[in-house]
């Protein structure tokens, strides 16, 4: 006969009510903890089931195993008090008066519940306020949720912190822990500089021997020329360490060599910000494009970047490290509209924009990749033709050179880095034929070998790399010449060299880039075939969950908007 189990839903609570009774009442209680004098009444059967400490003290040979008393050495009486009751009821009593002496018990005795629940409270009790105290706390008691969350108030007010008192308090070690962040949100370089010396000076003695340490992590090279000659270079303190004068002359080379910034590796050179922003240009029939939106992905919201003044549109964008890269697309000031060469570099740490070496081949509808070293732009229209032909950008050169070009001339293409590789899908050939194809250039070998085609021919889509795969998103296809949408989404896997359709149920929309900003991809405007009409949402693909929310809108409908992801200063949000 079948069995069914009946489960209590009160078993637990009672059986605890009964062991604190028994406790209360000193009932069969076979053990005596001791601290500061005090004696304390317990079952071990109790103590070993909650405390690995316990249990290995009572079921392992160690020198207290046998004994029915045992003092603990360092452990407060009112920490130990309120852990029992914890023991004996699952109830905390916690306040920040006694939350010390309750941490000092938990972790002592190893009784892991207890240093959660007491983690999560401090966590909800960190603010702007107590956040400096709070992270002394945390990093005491290793609470890495109460650390992480006071760090994150530390990173976001640093000037505020500092400018009440609180810098001076700092060590060494946590003040250099702070300064290498680059989610340290301060107004400038310069006022981090100046905020080290006020550290340094307030007990120079002792501090001065942290001088080079902490400078090495202020971003000399983010300051501007006119603030290093007259804020730096006077300062006795930096002119007479050799350390601190090499970082000061890392600073002038960067500013005297513009043109090859994105080759110079440094992590002071770096923009303190974490998170992508999307940028995306206004490329409808204007004069000049005089300005640059830059999505923010935290909140969804525009922002504005004025200092544009491009002479060209319908161009292509890549970035190397944080500097965005405009190549090719139509020349505005001609009435003849030709196909331009011309490649722009835009450094947002001074909001600036720079015409670099032009390209050797002038071209719009091509691909342009970037291995975070150099640029790569391919294929696309020249001379009212389909090219084939691929050319290599050195930011240290500043100079375009040849590379092997493709085998099958195309345009409309899509692009994208992995490894020591270029892939591009798609396009359109001469005749009109809108291919599958898939193609990987071995940057180092300049070879092109071609891969397992698409299962579907697109052009005019998106294509970003993401763990190891390659997405190719939405575009469009041609049947005798009449244009259709394809909305759906391959997956390529590089290794199993295998394609495998994971959407069927895609915008649609061509005409676009994909934007890829940690597991999110995004699209902005487009065109459909299927109304015939200009898009003007901003589209984002979840990787993780599959699924598609429209989570912005352009200014107008438009179709091939260029659009990348860098890294830019936070004051632009500002």
Not at 138 to 156: C, E, R, T, W
Not at 242 to 271: D, G, K, T, W, Y
Request: hydrophobic share 40%.
């Amino acid at each position: 006969m079948a069995s069914n189990l009946l489960k209590s839903t009160n078993y637990a609570s009672s059986l605890l009510t009964g062991l604190k009774d028994m406790r209360d009442t000193a009932v069969l209680c076979d053990f005596t903890l001791v601290a500061e004098k005090n004696e304390f009444k317990v079952h071990q059967a109790v103590l070993a089931g909650c405390s690995d400490y316990f249990r290995a003290m009572f079921t392992i040979d160690m020198q207290e195993k046998g004994k029915n008393v045992i003092e603990l050495l360092g452990v407060p009486a009112q920490g130990l008090t309120i852990l029992l009751d914890f023991i004996y009821s699952g109830e905390l009593r916690c306040t920040l008066d006694n939350i010390s002496d309750v941490l000092i018990a938990a972790t002592h005795l190893q009784v892991t519940d207890a240093i959660n629940m007491c983690n999560n409270y401090l966590e909800e009790l960190t603010d702007r306020q107590n956040c400096t105290d709070m992270y002394n706390v945390g990093d005491h008691f290793d609470l890495q949720k109460v650390k992480d969350k006071a760090m994150g108030y530390i990173l976001s007010h640093f000037e505020d912190i500092t400018d009440n008192g609180e810098l001076m308090k700092f060590s060494a070690k946590f003040l250099t822990m702070i300064l290498v962040k680059d989610s340290l949100r301060i107004s400038s370089e310069l006022k981090l500089y100046e905020t080290v010396l006020s550290w340094i000076r307030f007990d120079s003695p002792n501090r001065l021997q942290y001088i080079y340490s902490l400078m090495s992590c202020v971003r000399f090279p983010l300051m501007s020329p006119v603030d290093l000659v007259e804020k730096v270079m006077t300062e006795p303190m930096m002119k007479e360490n050799m350390q601190c004068l090499e970082l000061i002359l890392e600073a002038n080379s960067f500013h005297m060599l513009p043109v090859r910034r994105p080759s110079l590796v440094s992590p002071r050179m770096q923009i303190r910000n974490e998170q992508l922003s999307l940028i995306a240009f206004d490329i409808e029939d204007s004069e000049r494009l005089e300005s640059t939106n830059v999505l923010d992905v935290e909140t969804y919201s525009w922002h504005t970047l004025y200092n544009c003044n491009l002479e060209t549109y319908l161009g292509e964008t890549c970035s190397i490290g944080s500097y965005l890269y405009m190549c090719g697309g139509i020349e505005l000031f001609s009435c003849a509209h030709p196909v331009s060469a011309k490649c722009y570099r835009y450094d947002p740490r001074f909001d600036e924009w720079e015409m670099v070496a032009s390209m050797q081949e002038p071209r719009h509808d091509f691909a342009l990749a970037s291995d975070d070293k150099s640029l790569f732009a391919i294929g696309g229209v020249s001379s009212g033709s389909i090219k084939g032909i691929v050319e290599r950008y050195s930011p240290r050169r500043n100079q375009w050179l040849p590379c092997k070009p493709l085998v099958i001339p195309v345009k409309g293409l899509a692009s994208s880095h992995h490894g020591g590789n270029i892939y591009i899908t798609g396009g359109e050939h001469t005749g009109n034929a809108v291919s599958n194809k898939l193609w990987m250039y071995n940057i180092k070998q300049d070879t092109w070998h071609e891969k397992s085609p698409m299962l579907q021919c697109r052009m005019d889509h998106g294509m970003c790399t993401y763990q190891d795969q390659l997405y190719v998103i939405a575009g469009y296809g041609k049947n005798l010449f009449k244009a259709y949408d394809v909305p759906n989404i391959e997956v390529y896997n590089i290794e199993l060299n295998q394609w495998t359709i994971i959407s069927q149920n895609s915008p649609k929309t061509s005409s676009i880039n994909a934007v890829l900003i940690e597991t999110k991809v995004y699209l902005v405007g487009g065109f459909s075939y299927d109304d015939n009409q200009k898009r003007s949402d901003v589209l984002c693909y979840n990787i993780d969950t599959n699924e598609w929310d429209i989570v912005a809108k352009i200014s107008a409908p438009a179709m091939s908007v260029p659009c990348t992801a860098i890294r830019l200063p936070k004051n632009i949000f500002d």
